[in-house]
């Protein structure tokens, strides 16, 4: 057993081939009759790369996906590989021997016995090591995602926006699959051949890390708290779902607090947020979205607009979680995942986290040149001794499809709005009732239905008693019957996102498109307006050809301030550059 003050430094992993270790046969994969299923059964050590969604139930045995370990149960459970991720493997684990002795009868099945049953019994030897069923799941045409499961060739040509993709895009060609065989179902592309797709590889360092977790989890009887932390783009988030994939092996449910608002795992950018996951994570963010615990909106992409704000909402989720393990009888293991912002403020902010949640388990992801933080130094504090792991910044492939961060948060947002807000009904909102708040920056009460009108805005809920600043603010509002506009955001709990779709000043009524449920609209009190943009091809429909009213690809307008400003990160300062 390692010990709590000690390092544990690793070496790279390098990369796998992507061909499946999986012997075809009419005994292995077997269709079932008068549905989209098939059976698949593993011998010991097999294992298959695939591209796809299906749900995948076992039925014998045990396969590991992603960490996961997936036992015999009545449950299916959703499992997406989209060409913006590496090939994912479902891979035969060996429980124990299912192989009954020679001259054996084969224990009789009930008269219940369901045609799926029969049929394994009929078909799977017994000595497979895991018998699976593959059933197709459809994506539907509002998914938002389907253009990531069809495999594409570059042609050389960049695009300028993103790779989300409008039907006219020549940058990404999608490529003739080969012909599918008979037994594969629609949506589950095996890789048997191609060697060159890039495999999922869990590096062996994170397989010891987990271990290391787990098993000082179950020795010590507690419940760890892991904290990853990394600059960006070194596979932070990849990291806590393997890991929160590996405590539900053991636990029955587990906290992930999300803090890197740029890049979440469960709701969309812009919201920290503690989770509560009872469910195996098999597959990117944005394949499984879900309702925080409890959140908190800080309106941006990056902690920079107002690092207090931001650390005061993480504090707030701290609590809300030591709060929720004194209520349970049972342990609930905690995973954060932390901002990649590694410099000055951002370097600053994590320690102030670290020494605020005392992790028990430090996890930090870097290059191997560079020097790794002392964060027992940083707090200022002997008594604070966590397992401490430094990982080498794993070596992934390039996927076939490439994402960039502002793809991933536009697919959040797709996913949570819907493919399109066209054909949405919004709720009617009498703005005498709420409060408004625009955060990061100051807008003057003439301009604010300005700042509103078709933005992305948080729902929050503000216990606190309204006051105007001043009795001449009070006065300007009620004589122009505008909505109360607060000074400083609140930091109140989040319960949703909306968009405003329209707003109609004669009646003091804002029109939200929102999917939060009625029960939790009804606490909501205070719409908190911040700086996500509403990403276009929410406004696109099927109905149009070409594109949505009130959409423009130009404009006729010249000179300065006549476009959209964009901020751009990567232009080096001219006293900068080499």
């Not at 749900?55 to 499992?79: M, T, Y």
């Amino acid at each position: 057993k390692m010990e709590p003050d000690q390092n544990a430094s690793f070496k790279p992993l390098a990369p796998v081939s992507s061909v499946s270790k999986f012997k075809i046969g009419a005994d292995k994969v077997i269709p079932v009759p008068g549905s989209s299923s098939v059976v698949l059964v593993f011998y010991q050590h097999e294992i298959i790369y695939f591209h796809g969604h299906v749900s995948l139930q076992v039925k014998r045995g045990a396969v590991r996906i992603n960490g996961h370990v997936l036992k015999p149960s009545e449950k299916f459970f959703p499992v997406f590989a989209p060409y913006s991720s590496s090939a994912l493997p479902i891979e035969a684990v060996f429980e124990r021997p299912t192989s009954r002795p020679k001259g054996s009868a084969r224990p009789a099945l009930s008269s219940g016995a369901s045609q799926l049953d029969l049929l394994i019994d009929q078909h799977a030897v017994s000595y497979a090591a895991a018998v699976v069923v593959l059933k197709a799941l459809d994506l539907g045409p509002e998914s938002g995602i389907a253009h990531l499961f069809t495999r594409r060739i570059r042609t050389g040509k960049r695009r300028q926006d993103s790779d989300l993709g409008d039907e006219d895009d020549d940058a990404a060609v999608p490529e003739t699959p080969p012909p599918a065989a008979p037994y594969w179902i629609p949506g589950f592309t095996p890789i048997l051949s191609e060697a060159g797709l890039p495999a999922q590889c869990i590096p062996g360092d994170w397989g010891m890390t987990g271990d290391t977790v787990v098993d000082s989890a179950q020795e010590d009887g507690y419940a760890p708290v892991v904290l990853v932390c990394g600059s960006k783009a070194v596979g932070k988030s990849s990291l806590g779902r393997y890991l929160s994939n590996r405590l539900l092996n053991v636990f029955d449910e587990i906290a992930f607090l999300e803090t890197d608002i740029g890049q979440t795992e469960f709701t969309p950018p812009g919201l920290v947020s503690l989770n509560l996951v009872s469910e195996p994570l098999f597959g990117p963010p944005f394949t499984h979205q879900q309702l925080p615990y409890r959140s908190y909106f800080i309106g941006a992409t990056s902690p920079k607009s107002d690092p207090e704000f931001y650390f005061a909402a993480v504090t707030k989720l701290v609590d809300d979680y030591r709060q929720l393990m004194s209520e349970r009888a049972n342990p609930v293991p905690l995973v954060i995942n932390t901002h990649g912002w590694m410099k000055g403020v951002g370097l600053d902010l994590l320690l102030r986290i670290v020494a605020y949640a005392q992790p028990t388990h430090l996890i930090q992801i870097q290059p191997v040149q560079h020097q790794p933080i002392d964060f027992q130094a940083a707090v200022g504090s002997d008594a604070y001794t966590p397992y401490n792991f430094v990982l080498p910044t794993p070596s992934f492939p390039s996927p076939s499809i490439s994402l960039a961060p502002v793809d991933t948060r536009q697919l959040q947002l797709v996913r949570y709005f819907g493919a399109s807000l066209h054909h949405q009904l919004p709720y009617a909102v009498d703005w005498t009732c709420l409060r408004v708040a625009v955060m990061h920056i100051s807008v003057a009460p003439s301009q604010l239905l300005y700042a509103l009108n078709g933005s992305i805005v948080g729902l929050a809920v503000d216990a606190t008693p309204y006051q105007y600043e001043s009795r001449q603010q009070e006065e300007y509002v009620r004589a122009n019957k505008l909505p109360n506009l607060v000074a400083a955001a609140p930091l109140a709990e989040c319960v949703g996102l909306g968009v405003v779709r329209a707003i109609d000043a004669d009646h003091r009524t804002l029109y939200v498109l929102t999917p939060v449920a009625p029960e939790s609209l009804r606490r909501g009190n205070t719409l908190l307006r911040g700086e996500l943009g509403l990403p276009s091809v929410l406004l696109h429909s099927a109905e149009f050809k070409s594109r949505g009213p009130y959409l423009a690809s130009s404009s006729d307008v010249a000179g300065s301030g006549s476009a959209a400003m964009h901020v751009r990160h990567n232009l080096r300062r001219r006293g900068l550059r080499n």
